[in-house]
């Protein structure tokens, strides 16, 4: 496969969402338009990765600009119908364009400033203070980081206030019952209802704790830690001992054993009970790997690493041909139809951040082959699209609602992990 139309491409796709005004998660005449916290951070920390093989400015500046956006978004006060809390990064953020989500049975909220901003997003939070770390270890760039260390906190600060809602050293969220505009139910990546449903087509009991979002925020702590012990040690000391019982508690919920092999449930929910499905979650979860002074700590304990990395590997959640699912096909609520959106479908971001977490922990062999498989459909669908479906006969199928509306073609942290790839 000559790739290299596919990586000039994935180049200008990133310039051509960039502006002032932050990364736009899709093309402008696409479903996401517009800027998104979870996808800005996930893609600026890609172009990280890549910038340290091809240090090209243009990249850099991205990247800047990103998270200035991020920290011109992030939330301020308490606002129970857009979901707003004092430190919460943003999920979506529209000055246009909404029109279809005011339209809906329960319409979002808009602000008085005719600005939609939403927060329903757990993750969105640790992953931009990872990014802004990521970003300031490779620059050195202490003048945007002095000026930004305020905003930081405050986003440290509700990873361990307001993230943790019943106080039980997990992350999790709710959709609160006397909220009167609408939003997302589901506020982890896989963020459609169909992605938690069981085969009754029952919603879990808030509050949910997901398995990924976990990791990300443990990895912003320990991060973070590692600079507060050097200028503050007291907010160091508490970020670490943070890090550490939310280590511990992990382990202890939600590990459970699939046949022969140890693995992570998809998410806890709000009676602390295990869903079990099992999807690519655990290897995005491996993915916040913490590196310091030549060894590497995840939250996950060493001893299940290598029992979840097979079990991720076995062919009801790996294809070779398409990478990874988001879900297996043994699961009841598994879906191979064009409407699949996180039920069985591949997502290039997720089998990026996967194939990132292999190599970490040495599994280059698995790490060169999930890269091989995620490319095919890639060059197939000549872009660099947002997700896509292998239906029955093994054809590659784009995503397509029950409303008709399509996936994007030109998504921001596809075209980031398509350069990870080919730099």
């Not at 069985?344 to 997720?350: D, L, V, Y």
Request: hydrophobic share 35%.
């Amino acid at each position: 496969m000559d790739l290299g139309f596919l990586r000039d491409q994935s180049y200008q796709t990133l310039l051509d969402l960039s502006s002032e005004e932050g990364i736009s998660a899709s093309s402008r005449n696409e479903a996401y338009g517009c800027l998104f916290g979870r996808d800005s951070a996930i893609t600026i920390l890609k172009i990280l990765r890549v910038y340290k093989r091809w240090p090209d400015a243009k990249l850099l500046a991205i990247c800047k600009t990103g998270l200035l956006a991020l920290l011109n978004t992030q939330g301020i006060e308490f606002n129970l119908e857009s979901g707003e809390e004092p430190g919460k990064f943003i999920h979506e953020f529209r000055k246009n364009n909404y029109e279809r989500l005011l339209k809906r049975d329960i319409p979002w909220f808009v602000y008085q400033d005719g600005i939609l901003r939403n927060y329903d997003s757990v993750d969105s939070t640790p992953l931009t203070l990872i990014a802004f770390y990521r970003y300031w270890e490779q620059t050195k760039d202490n003048i945007f980081l002095l000026n930004s260390l305020s905003r930081i906190e405050k986003g440290l600060n509700w990873i361990i206030s307001f993230g943790d809602k019943d106080k039980d050293l997990l992350i999790e969220y709710e959709f609160p019952i006397n909220r009167r505009y609408g939003g997302l139910k589901v506020q982890s990546w896989t963020d459609s209802a169909e992605s938690l449903k069981d085969a009754q087509g029952n919603f879990p009991l808030y509050p949910i704790a997901p398995v990924e979002v976990q990791a990300f925020s443990w990895l912003a702590l320990k991060l973070w830690a590692d600079f507060y012990l050097q200028n503050n040690p007291s907010f160091g000391k508490k970020l670490l001992s943070q890090a550490k019982a939310m280590k511990d508690v992990f382990n202890n919920h939600f590990i459970f054993k699939d046949y022969q092999y140890y693995f992570a449930a998809q998410a806890l929910n709000g009676r602390k009970e295990q869903i079990k499905t099992i999807t690519i979650n655990p290897l995005l979860a491996l993915w916040a790997t913490y590196h310091n002074k030549g060894g590497k700590e995840v939250i996950f304990e060493e001893s299940y690493l290598e029992d979840i990395i097979n079990r991720s590997f076995e062919n009801d959640l790996y294809d070779q041909n398409g990478g990874l699912r988001t879900m297996s096909k043994n699961s009841p609520t598994f879906n191979h139809h064009h409407n699949s959106y996180h039920n069985g479908s591949f997502w290039p971001m997720a089998n990026g951040l996967a194939y990132n977490a292999l190599e970490d922990w040495g599994e280059t062999e698995k790490a060169k082959q999930l890269k091989e498989s995620s490319l095919r459909p890639l060059y197939f669908f000549k872009c660099p699209i947002e997700l896509y479906i292998r239906d029955p006969q093994g054809n590659f199928v784009e995503y397509q609602s029950n409303s008709g509306k399509m996936g994007c073609r030109f998504q921001a942290w596809t075209a980031a992990t398509v350069l990870d790839w080919l730099i």
